[in-house]
């Protein structure tokens, strides 16, 4: 059902305020580009400072820009189930592909308080749901136990997997079979997490190379795996350089750099570059021939 190069989508501000009129160009940008699904309101949208209103707004308006060209995965995660079960709710009503739904932060649930999460969002609404592991940014790990047991609940269809450990990714696709579909999270291993039978990756580096991340899982679905490959290898430095700092920030610095973003905004506590780490970005883009 789902498979390709998702982007996680950033979101730009203005004067305090989301950018719309910058959020239609993102997503026209990226339909352009041949991106297979967009993203919104994940962490790399900054979804942690943005109001519930302002959350649901994102969701609808982009969903509404798609009009159905691609594919939409709309952010609807919280650390409160009946917060998670509300957005979740939203995403379908604006008529969102699926919905992504990260494990609870910061009250760290036991692995049954996990499956009982994800299980009463699955029964509370009727949408596909891709649940979502980083461990580094909630302070729980899904283990693949847990993601077998989900996967055979009704609507629950993917994971995206931000673990780092492609050992991880295996285990899990050795318990749930060929029917449930795996994304890498965290681009440095994207073509391994493809090689051991993932589907895909929902990418933050394919908010400034969508051509890029896109040929290569083009080129693997199509068996030209040396081809997936080097494309895979040519996008490392930027992998690399787009978490030198707190993701988005990079990122979405390097967007403004490139001009697909008019003004480079945060809520704090996310903050801009220091000038070192903001130098070495440059020279990546540079290299890349992002920017002059």
């Known amino acids: 059902m789902f498979k390709g190069s998702y982007v996680a989508l950033i979101t730009p501000f203005k004067n305090g305020k989301v950018d719309y009129e910058g959020l239609e160009k993102l997503v026209e940008f990226h339909i352009q580009s041949g991106t297979h699904g967009i993203v919104p309101m994940g962490t790399t949208g900054e979804s942690a400072t943005v109001t519930h209103e302002e959350h649901k707004e994102i969701v609808r308006f ?3 820009k798609v009009n159905k060209r691609i594919k939409v995965i709309a952010g609807s995660g919280s650390n409160s189930t009946a917060e998670a079960i509300e957005l979740a709710a939203e995403a379908k009503k604006a008529g969102a592909d699926a919905h992504l739904s990260i494990t609870p932060y910061y ?18 609404v009727d949408l596909p749901m891709v649940v979502y592991n980083v461990p580094g940014r909630t302070g729980v790990n899904m283990l693949p136990q847990t993601v077998a047991k989900l996967a055979k609940v009704r609507n629950i269809v993917a994971l995206k997997e931000a673990a780092g450990s492609v050992k991880q990714v295996m285990e899990v696709l050795e318990l749930t079979g060929p029917d449930f579909t795996v994304f890498s999270g965290d681009d440095f291993i994207n073509f391994p997490i493809l090689a051991v039978g993932g589907r895909g990756f929902i990418s933050v580096t394919a908010n400034i190379a969508p051509k890029k991340l896109a040929e290569c899982w083009n080129l693997w679905e199509k068996g030209d795996i040396e081809g997936a490959k080097k494309a895979h290898y040519s996008a490392l430095p930027l992998h690399r350089d787009l978490f030198i700092e707190t993701s988005p920030i990079p990122v979405k610095t390097a967007a ?6 008019d003004t480079l905004e945060f809520r704090l506590p996310l903050c801009e570059m220091s000038p070192d780490t903001l130098a070495k970005l440059k020279d990546t883009l540079k290299a890349q021939d992002l920017i002059k």
């Open 256 to 261: 403004h750099l490139m001009g697909l973003i």
């Open 62 to 64: 982009v969903t509404a």
């Open 107 to 124: 009250n760290k649930p036991t692995q049954e308080g996990l499956i009982r999460h994800f299980t009463a969002i699955s029964e509370a």
